[in-house]
């Protein structure tokens, strides 16, 4: 009986795919919060490369799973197809951005407010899944903290707030914040893990 909770417990935890990039998405959250802090020429290819990384690492962890995974269910394919749309978003959008660069230097803010977004809304799902399989109150302190830092990110998409001086400050201290939340959530999922297997 307490092996088959243990194993429904490890089987409901998140996906260790999204999560592998979820790890990535903090590296370029980092990078992103850093090259808000340059010109916005200068933002705007520095952006389009970001969303390119973006792009080929969900590729990649895509790619590498279909090809390994010997499971045919469709639970199994499920973040998979996930990963696969957020990294054909990623780079359609970083084409865009090459394209229309001299345009878009004014958006710099809402261009980065949208890869924080999706971000965001990928540790919302890791964090949903980790609170419904441990029920602990650190797990629903993360999850309420990615909802506050996605609330806190749509305005600067929409309308950004602040005078122009300050937007890019406030914005990379958002991408500082989604950055130190995915980290804590995979050091809980770690030690969630680790404390099943002792």
């Not at 950004?160 to 999922?189: D, G, H, K, Q, T």
């Amino acid at each position: 009986m307490l092996q088959f909770k243990i194993q429904t417990i490890l089987m409901s935890l998140p996906d260790r795919r999204q999560i592998l990039f979820t790890l990535i998405g903090a590296f370029i959250g980092i990078l992103g919060g850093l090259f808000l802090l340059t010109s916005p020429t200068c933002h705007v290819v520095l952006l389009a490369i970001l969303y390119i990384i973006g792009g080929e690492a969900a590729f990649i962890i895509w790619g590498l799973n279909k090809v390994n995974n010997v499971k045919n269910n469709e639970q199994s394919h499920r973040p998979l197809r996930c990963l696969f749309y957020v990294g054909l978003f990623a780079v359609l959008l970083a084409i865009l951005i090459l394209f229309f660069r001299l345009y878009l230097q004014m958006y710099t803010i809402q261009l980065t407010a949208a890869g924080l977004i999706l971000g965001l809304i990928l540790q919302w799902t890791i964090t949903a899944k980790l609170y419904t399989a441990t029920k602990k109150r650190r797990a629903l302190t993360l999850l309420i903290t990615t909802i506050i830092l996605l609330a806190m990110v749509i305005p600067f998409l929409l309308f950004p707030p602040f005078s122009p001086e300050v937007r890019p400050m406030a914005l990379a201290i958002l991408c500082f914040s989604y950055v130190a939340v995915v980290m804590l959530c995979f050091w809980l999922i770690t030690t969630v893990t680790h404390a099943f297997f002792r």
